[in-house]
């Protein structure tokens, strides 16, 4: 008898020891999880940053400012077309 007490007493140390664990793991995959979403939304959030820039520098408005301040270019008229000349 004291022997099946001694076996019982072990296995319920170890049902318990395996509880703790589990119940440790759950917790640290949950905030795993926690922390993955979060940074999901922060780079959907990024995203769209980024597709709202690209939409601003891509306007004509943007093109033709760009082109005129850092190219030099400026609009041809067209009299200067007709008459052949090099600007």
Request: aromatic fraction near 2%; glycine fraction near 4%.
């Amino acid at each position: 008898m004291a022997r099946l007490n001694l076996v019982l007493i072990l296995a319920v140390l170890a049902s318990g020891l395996v509880l703790v664990h589990s119940a440790y793991e759950s917790r640290r995959l949950f905030a795993a999880i926690d922390r993955a979403r979060a940074e999901g939304q922060r780079l959907a959030s990024d995203k769209e940053r980024l597709l709202a820039e690209r939409h601003e520098q891509a306007t004509n408005l943007r093109v033709e400012q760009v082109a005129r301040e850092r190219l030099g270019m400026r609009a041809i008229s067209p009299a200067l077309v007709a008459s052949g000349v090099q600007p």
